[in-house]
């Protein structure tokens, strides 16, 4: 996982806010807290929801997501991602910026505490 996107690649960027939790706020649901990390994938076209299940692995969680959302492009909407229909989903609406936002919520476990303090590499 990268902290930042390296805007040269022909990728596809994924925005991974893990960490936090949605809250109903004035002018609608929000994602409060938490962290954000990016990670790229080169082959959009084998995107899976297997391959969306590493990002938390990689990024230190070891009890994954209990769900797991991304922000429509041209709506002002999150969509659940539960199956790989919804993660190819999510690909065919692939903005030009290349850039997905990605929602985590729940998951856990202790290796994560290890993984902020430095103590694994992904």
Known sequence: MNSRIDCESEGVYFEIHHGGKFEDLPGGHHYIGGEVHWA???DPDNFSWVELNTFPWRLGYRQPPHHY???HPY?????PITND???MKM???LPSSRLIQIFCVGGGGEANQACRRGACRS
């Open 40 to 42: 790229e994938i080169r």
């Open 69 to 71: 959302w991304f922000k």
């Open 75 to 79: 709506m002002p909407a999150y969509l």
């Open 85 to 87: 229909n919804e993660a």
């Open 91 to 93: 690909m065919s609406l």
